[in-house]
């Protein structure tokens, strides 16, 4: 069975696990954490990071930073994303407000957010789905308009790029997320970046008991404990010395499929810029996805459906959102399908991927 998705990692991970265990280390975040922060701070240009436990809590540790914890706080959020990205705001305190995406990326806009702003809007929450975005500089420039704080939910964009600019670094701040499926992993893990130094005290005390630090029991805010350990940042350090390499083998696995498939009409690509992008699932639209989806299974292939548009969802009925107001998330929910987008792919077995879904479609 080649599986949809599954994580790689080597005898780097494995070397180095044993080497921290053999150090006695203690297992909590430390000396390892703090170094995994430099790695990304150095990666994506940004001048803080802190690890969080995993990408929900990040981006409600960063709502609460910014006080957006109150019922009546809008925070604009797409309505085709991963679920997370609305529930972290529910965990704030506050309200996701969904928005429909635009057509080009699959991503929200100024176009997209505006019809929904009111005077309890405080905060827009961007998803760069599968590394991709719109122009990051209108947004900017359109939250500063608006007097909105701008929130990047990059889970799905670490090494990703725009105009040359790590995603997570255009807002006030980035969130990324070490879950299995993600660029890097750790099994579970998040992070937060921005250049903001007062912002980014406030994370550290949150996700810390509100404590100035370990073993002193002075509080200076509400906290609570969203930290990393040392455990995780072990494996997160011999991943992120490869991600040159990760990045590379992601941006031809996505660049094989698109070669192998060209004949297809039936599939349609979203633009990918692979010079900036490194996409993180191979994502394609077709007329019926399951279809395929079940053909694929047959030939021991796994697939995956896209996400739901997240006002047809159960928990989100009580909003009475309305259809005529999602055309595209609807759209995207309806075509999309994930197909096998592991690191550990060969050439070999994209070819074959391939070759069945040519027959499917012949
Ligand atoms: C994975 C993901 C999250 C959540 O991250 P976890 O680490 O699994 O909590 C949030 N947003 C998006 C877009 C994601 O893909």
Known sequence: MIPQFEPLYGDEEKQAMKEYLDSDGWLTEFRKTRELEDEIKALTGSQYCWMIANGTVSLATALY??????P????????????ASPNSVLLAGAKPVLVDVDEKTRCI???TIEPHLTAQTKAVMHV?????????????EFCDEKNLVLIEDAAQAFGSFHNGKHIGTFGKTGSFSFSMPKIITTGQGGALISDDETFMDKVRHIRDFGRERGGIDVYETIGFNFKYSDLQAVIGLAQIKKMPKRIQRRR???KRYQDNLKDVTEIEWLETDLENTTPWFVDVLVPDPAALQAFLKEKEIGARPFYPALHTQAPYNEWNLSDEDYPVSLDTAARGLW???SLKLTDEQIDEICEHIRSFYA
């Open 65 to 70: 930073a910014l006080g957006i914890t109150n």
């Open 72 to 83: 009546e706080d809008e925070v604009i959020v797409p309505n085709f994303t991963m679920v």
């Open 109 to 111: 806009t100024p176009e």
């Open 128 to 140: 760069s789905l599968n590394g991709r975005c719109g122009d990051m500089d209108a947004l900017v």
């Open 252 to 254: 031809d696995i996505f």
């Open 339 to 341: 197909l096998p987008s």
